[in-house]
């Protein structure tokens, strides 16, 4: 018999695991929203001024001649603009 066919009854599918938030590593805080979340810093390219577009994590996503390209980038892209100061 051919394991790889039998399909499990749906009360035997894999439940995902809940975490309690209070015990959460630095590193899984870090990732919480990253897909969803983006922030603009001002930058100097070049000798210019632009805009970085930056993932939650800090990761460098793109960069924008105008802070309001910056914005609008983000939510083509389905994410959300965090306030940073």
Not at 12 to 20: E, F, G
Not at 29 to 40: P, R
Not at 63 to 68: K, L, Q, T
């Amino acid at each position: 018999m051919n394991t790889d066919s039998i399909q499990q009854a749906p009360d035997q599918v894999a439940v995902a695991a809940i975490v309690d938030i209070r015990h959460i590593s630095a590193e899984q805080l870090a990732q919480l929203g990253m897909q969803q979340i983006a922030y603009v810093k001002p930058v100097v390219v070049n000798g210019t001024s632009a805009f970085a577009i930056h993932a939650a994590d800090g990761t460098p996503m793109a960069i924008a001649g105008d802070r309001d390209v910056a914005m609008a980038a983000i939510r083509q892209h389905e994410m959300v603009a965090a306030q940073v100061h």
